[in-house]
């Protein structure tokens, strides 16, 4: 069971939350939390939405409206959706780069700095002679 397991019936969550099943009613009729419905339309609540539920209880204790809940609630599920995105891809980058090893090439510049080459090149050599000469301060 993860937490976005519907498993809760409305008195449980109620109780779990510390609220009335009469409140979890409004709060889902206004948006706050939407628990998954079964096929004969009952609320299931999942560990998820208890947290929410004790979220939107600390909130509205700290003086917030219900507007400003909804919004808070809203820019929460969507970072939490982004980091687990962000999260993917991480994980797609470092399997492609272990999957190509190689592509990466680069050499180090006349000046020190890092230049990129493509794969099976090899930088150009320089064979010009040059010649020192100490300068004369006399």
């Not at 519907?6 to 099943?21: C, K, N, S, T, Y």
């Not at 090893?101 to 090149?121: H, I, K, L, Q």
């Amino acid at each position: 069971m993860d937490e976005n397991s519907p498993v809760f019936a409305i008195a449980m969550a109620a109780e779990l939350a510390g609220m009335h099943p009469q409140t979890l009613r409004q709060y889902d009729r206004l948006g706050l939390v939407s628990p998954t419905r079964t096929a004969g339309k009952s609320r299931r609540y999942s560990m998820r939405d208890i947290a929410q539920l004790r979220e939107v209880s600390r909130l509205s204790a700290e003086g917030v409206s219900l507007e400003g809940i909804s919004r808070i609630l809203t820019l929460e599920n969507e970072v939490t959706s982004l980091q687990g995105r962000v999260r993917e891809l991480e994980h797609a980058l470092a399997n492609a780069l272990l999957r190509s090893p190689g592509n990466r090439v680069f050499a180090a510049g006349m000046e020190g700095s890092v230049v990129p080459m493509r794969s099976g090149t090899r930088t150009r050599r320089r064979t010009e002679v040059v010649v020192w000469r100490p300068s004369h301060s006399e």
